[in-house]
């Protein structure tokens, strides 16, 4: 059981435009939402977060966004630089249990 | 640097083999959670510990355990390995369970069974 999608699997962007990523999830109880980003062979890098009780985080380029009606996030990153291109995961913690469910992934490719 | 150390980055070992795989987490954290990435998968929650207590379990094998020790460190044993056992480790931790923050991971090691 998928608690946590994201149903693209890559993503090809131009330098310069924005970067949109998807996340589903199924669990109502999830409380926090979490982007990590991560480069080959590399331990993954916190991005930014949101908690459920927000509609929008902004972090620079970085602006999460969550509905949670839809049960769906998503990460824009505006304007898309070259050093983006890496793996995007979409994680979601239950503060309850403390356990931070992740995705599969996005490969991000930010072309020239 | 995030702070999360994972020893050794690689592990080559054959099947039927047991390793133990450590990680010390940040200074002040108290939740460890570890992590499997298999080739082109998503990060699968394995287990999590929090001061020294199992708090949670992900999809692990009973072949695999984990313990958190007094000083927070933490180990992954894994026995009777198996080639389908090759993945990508990661630790992670996190301050202390209740509070909505990020974790950070260690770099990860790379186990391949031969």
């Known amino acids: 059981d998928q608690q946590v999608k994201q149903n693209s699997p890559s993503l090809s962007v131009q330098e310069g435009r924005i970067s949109i990523l998807n996340c589903d999830y199924t669990n109502s109880m999830f409380d926090y939402f979490l982007w990590y980003k991560k480069y080959p062979a590399e331990g993954p890098t916190f991005l930014i977060s949101?908690?459920?009780?927000?509609d929008k985080n902004e972090d620079g380029r970085f602006t999460v966004f969550l509905n949670k009606s839809a049960k769906h996030l998503s990460l824009h990153i505006v304007p898309s630089q070259p050093g983006d291109s890496a793996v995007y995961f979409c994680?979601?913690?239950?503060?309850?249990?403390?356990?931070?469910?992740f995705g599969k992934g996005t490969r991000l490719h930010i072309l020239p | 640097d995030s702070g999360v150390t994972q020893t050794p980055k690689h592990l080559i070992t054959a099947t039927g083999q047991r390793v133990t795989l450590r990680c010390s987490p940040r200074s002040g954290d108290l939740s460890v959670y570890w992590y499997q990435q298999s080739l082109d998968q998503g990060l699968q929650f394995l287990i999590h510990y929090y001061n020294g207590e199992e708090r949670a379990k992900g999809n692990i094998l009973e072949r695999f355990s984990a313990q958190q020790f007094p000083d927070l460190h933490s180990e992954l044993n894994l026995s009777s390995l198996e080639l389908g056992d090759s993945a990508l480790y990661f630790c992670?931790?996190?301050?202390?369970?209740?509070?909505?923050?990020?974790?950070?991971f260690g770099q990860g090691t790379r186990l391949t069974v031969v």
């Open positions: 949101i908690s459920s009780i927000k």
């Open positions: 994680a979601a913690s239950l503060n309850r249990d403390d356990k931070i469910i």
């Open positions: 992670a931790s996190r301050i202390r369970q209740g509070m909505n923050t990020e974790a950070f």
